[in-house]
DNA sequence: GATGAATGAGGTTTCATTCAT
DNA sequence: GATGAATGAAACCTCATTCAT
């Protein structure tokens, strides 16, 4: 029996996991980076501040699994396109449509998460000692296919692929801190996230016909 | 007599000033926003813990009046320039090639204030309580002028200008910190610059004839 | 059958018990006795943390049986002197031989344990509290009889023979931690170990003549 | 007027230097090496836990102050001593004298001492990394002349006078451990010491007139 | 009896801020 | 106004021990 006993344990195991996680993007979003201490973390999900520490083993490690853990899905999905026989100007559209949906989504997660690794020297590194371990390295991989792409197909304006993806990510990133994160809570992004894909579909790609 | 003294007086606290704002961006360039501890700071600006004390209520303002001072320069410039008579693609070329020369000479030091400004909390507060004590909202409004008579005279995309401008913030925020801040400190970072002019100027004005 | 069962335990007890004695000793060679955590224990010896609560009531207990196992050898040695008939002289030359050949083989255990015992106040005190607990007592007083013979045959110097017996232990007890254990892990301690006979023969025994 | 300020700076600093040294040492004694930490420290010097790292950068650094703190008279006085001219053997004697007063006086803070500083691997090798800064160096080069010259004219036995300082050194860390350490506190340790001093000189220095 | 996740008291250190001189 | 020693809250992390399975 032993084989319920370890079903049973791993399933325990990632139920604290979980918690620990909700715990953390809670605090996250109603404190910011700041009130994400240990011990608020351990009393917010109701564990014991040593628990903590058999699950990750330092404060980074957990916002590294915070930032894995809250694009899991969208890495999923930009993944999940297939590059194939498709025009690169709807693949861009499409794959911008996901990440702005993502981060509409995540806003106060995802801000916070950036901010952390941008911040923390040690962190920095850490991040890229290894391209494998910067979160979202699969994202900017994909995307850097589609520019290829649209640039050698010409569909996109002609430039350097890679410097058009690092451009790319830095817009979106710099969307996560002023704009999503300073609106009011309740305010529609609808309109900014309009406003975004213009900015992109048009910097990118030349005149002609886009999706309307 | 008392004239002179308060002259004296007010050359001293300016250059006590200066000596701090000096300090300040030197530890920033060197050990990021991490080592702008209060004992360090006063050490290299040659004074007292406690002067710092007399100069700055706490903490906080000592970074907003970095900020200010660091942006200083880039508002005169953008504010000088002359909105009548002149083309808005023009306007926005220049505006930009301004913005981003500052940003290329003072990363480092912009950086690790973007992210103390965003960060924390009560500061985000502070800046937003009155419209006018965030940093570089001179800019903004400026380039809200600008963007406004880009779209009304039809040499911008159409869209909301308040919008667009918000965007156009976002962008160069997200270049500092993606690009400018992650590039080795040699890296010549004037590819990037190309590639960000031309997502911003392609993106918000129609086709036609940029600069060549 | 239960007879067998009852064997078949004594031989695991005894097994796990052996295990971690080793894992301990070495664990204290390569990371003294700082690196001795219950959990580094229990991984080195490759039983479960709890199992160790089994076999010792708390850490003090394993510290306190580490010193009584690392002694068992030499202690058996000393016994097995035979004290009838013998010229004293000859016999603590014997004893000390086979004590300092003890300390150089096991130094590092030793003097993490010998360091162990002083250093814990509720340890000492559990170490006094019976005679028969204090770690190599058997020791002390098999050498306690050597020098009572020594001095009532007049072939040690007179004097209190249980007070010589303690200044005799207290000299190893330092040569333990100021020599051995300083000295390099290759280092001959040869010449440390002459100097040591020297100064406890010619110091306690009236000159005449020594084993050349 | 700074003079006086000054003065009186330098007088409240050493005041609270000489409390955090007599606490620690009043710690050390009652509680033993475990007992010492920081928050206590502060609490039993009548300060605040940060005012203790504004005079020392951390732990470590209290226990080498309190070691030096303590062996200052005894350096002093084994210093003073005038080597020319005089009979090692008495030489030998005196120095062994002071060494013993001081032991008996100080031994429970240098019993804790002396096993921090053998305990703690970072420690030691701070310790050993400039010979300057073991404490008690002092001591043992004076030593070292005394075993010289004793070895040089035959007053005592031949041998390495180096290692014969080193087993000098190891007997009386080993004294402060095992004998003074343990005694009672209000046991008479004039006996023990007789017999430390009957060891030494016996063991160092060959049969003929010692001080009677 | 074995397991190892959970516990939480306790340790060291940092640093913004105060205040007597 | 300048000084800098004192403050103490708060952060991160360790590890002996317990206990449900």
Known sequence: MPRLSDEKKAVLESMTREALYEAAVGILREEGLQGLTMDRLAASAGVAKGTVYNYFRDKKEIVFFLAERSMED?????????????????????????????????????????????????????????????????????????????VSTGRFRPGNPVMMNAVFHATL??????????????????????????????????????KP
Not at 88 to 110: A, C, G, I, Q
Not at 179 to 184: R, S
């Open 74 to 150: 969208v890495i999923r999905q930009v993944q999940a396109l297939d590059l194939e026989g498709r025009d690169p100007v709807e693949l861009l559209e499409e794959s911008l449509d996901l990440l702005l949906n993502h981060m509409v989504e995540k806003r106060k997660t995802l801000g916070a998460l950036f901010r952390t690794l941008c911040e923390d020297v040690e962190m920095r590194e850490m991040a890229c000692e290894s391209r494998n371990r910067r979160p979202g390295h699969e994202i900017r991989e994909k995307m850097t296919e589609i520019f290829r792409k649209g």
């Open 173 to 210: 990133h710099g969307i996560i801190h002023e704009f999503i994160l300073h609106a009011d809570d309740d305010a529609d992004p609808s309109e900014a996230v309009a406003a975004i894909k213009d900015l992109i579909l048009h910097g990118f790609c030349p005149e002609e016909k886009k």
